[in-house]
């Protein structure tokens, strides 16, 4: 069968197995290893992608079930050069070790601060308690993704400022 979606923002089409799970379709077909797979019966949470803006596992997903939606992997966090803030997070404050449950742990607290860019502790603990993390024991994880909370919050506050300067630069022309 033939299926069509668009992944990372680029339109894809292959002729696929029906039961072609989307971890495999990202990884196999599209080479989008940064997708992980681990346990192979959604408990450890290393393959979370974006289905439509929404964290999903993809162990569990069909890749014909993705068929016409947004498929937003790890790879497409980065915009250009420009780490996504999560990212940036991780690596400012040591939210990763071995690095196996990062994809998905990134992709999960990305889709957290877009629901809830302000997150508690509590919130961020159960947002990634579907992620299976044998490293950290959480505490990095949790201190990165607020790291990227308040940093987001600092990049659109100097964004709006920089936005009033310009129009009021405009409006003295």
């Not at 803006?53 to 014909?64: D, N």
């Not at 310009?166 to 409006?171: H, I, V, W």
């Amino acid at each position: 069968m033939q299926v069509t979606m668009t992944v990372n923002g680029d339109t894809v089409t292959r002729d696929i197995e029906p039961r072609l799970l989307l971890v495999h379709f990202l990884r196999d077909h599209l080479a989008l290893t940064g997708t992980h797979w681990g346990c192979d019966t959604s408990n450890c949470g290393t393959c979370v992608v974006q289905l439509d803006g929404q964290p999903v596992k993809s162990c569990t997903v069909l890749a014909a079930m993705a068929g016409g939606h947004e498929v937003l992997t790890v790879e497409g966090l980065e915009q250009g050069t420009t780490l996504d803030p999560i990212q940036q997070g991780f690596m400012e404050c040591h939210g990763l070790q071995c690095g196996f449950c990062t994809p998905g742990m990134l992709m999960t607290t990305r889709a957290l601060l877009d629901e809830n860019p302000d997150p508690t502790e509590d919130e961020i603990r159960e947002a990634i308690s579907g992620q299976i993390c044998r490293c950290t024991g959480y505490t990095t994880i949790v201190r990165s993704v607020q790291w990227a909370a308040q940093h987001a919050h600092d990049a659109e506050s100097e964004s709006s400022a920089a936005a009033a300067e310009d129009t009021a630069a405009g409006a003295t022309r």
